[in-house]
Structures are given as structure tokens and as C-alpha cells.
């Protein structure tokens, strides 16, 4: 069992950047790939970003690519999600989830993913 929470949502203008913070409790954090996702009202949640167990490989939506960096302390089992050069487009709640060693091949799928926190709201102002 995994419990995740994350933190460092807030209001910011477009141009701006967050840092996003997903602590994990339980056993074995550094047995699971993590990732972002978020959903925007009235819409489906979609993927961000992902890292696997050991933090050697990311990967990313096109939408974030370049802007976004995802990364990972094992030690301090806390997965990260640093976000540069917001738009108004970014605006969402984004979840961290946690997912078994191998659905790397479906990083982007949130159906592989078996641990959700709450979310954390990112608002991005023009």
C-alpha cells in the first residue's frame, strides 16, 4: 500500500513556474514508477509526465515537454514536478500517481497507475 499527497499548488501568473511535491508513505516507494497527471474542469485527466523506479528514464507530454522536469529522491520518497514558463492552459489539478514495475510501456495510460493522491490545484492567470 502506497499513500501519496501532494503539495506546492497555487496561483500563479502565465510565464511564471511551480514547483509541484509528491510525498509517499508506505513500503517499497522506490519500487513503483511515478507520474503526473491533471484534469481541467469539465475535461478527462491527462498525462504530464512520468519517471521510472530508479529516476533514469522520464518521459513527457508534448504540451509540457521543454517546460516541464520531473525527478525523483528515493531516499526522501518524494517525486517532483518542476514547471517553468506556466500558461493559462496549464491550469488544472494534478495528481501524482504510483504504478508497478512494468507498465512503463503505457507510462501515459492512467489506467496503469494503482495509487492516486488528492491532487494539488494549479492556477495560472493571464
Known amino acids: 500500500q502506497l499513500q501519496l499527497v501532494e503539495s506546492g499548488g497555487g496561483l500563479v501568473q502565465a510565464g511564471g513556474s511551480l514547483r509541484l511535491s509528491c510525498a509517499a508513505s508506505?513500503?517499497?516507494?522506490?519500487?513503483?514508477?511515478m507520474a503526473w497527471f491533471r484534469q481541467a474542469p469539465g475535461k478527462e485527466r491527462l498525462f504530464v509526465a512520468a519517471?521510472?523506479?530508479?529516476?533514469?528514464?522520464?518521459t513527457y507530454a508534448d504540451s509540457v515537454e521543454g517546460r516541464c522536469t520531473v525527478s525523483r529522491d528515493n531516499a526522501k520518497n518524494t517525486v517532483d514536478l518542476q514547471m517553468n514558463s506556466l500558461e493559462p492552459e496549464d491550469t488544472a489539478v494534478y495528481y501524482c500517481?504510483?504504478?508497478?514495475?512494468?507498465?512503463?510501456?503505457?507510462?501515459?495510460?492512467?489506467?496503469?497507475?494503482?495509487?492516486w493522491g488528492q491532487g494539488t490545484q494549479v492556477t495560472v492567470s493571464s
Open positions: 508506505g513500503r517499497s516507494f522506490s519500487s513503483y514508477n
Open positions: 519517471i521510472t523506479w530508479g529516476g533514469r528514464s522520464t
Open positions: 500517481a504510483a504504478a508497478n514495475l512494468g507498465s512503463w510501456y503505457r507510462s501515459y495510460d492512467d489506467k496503469m497507475y494503482n495509487y
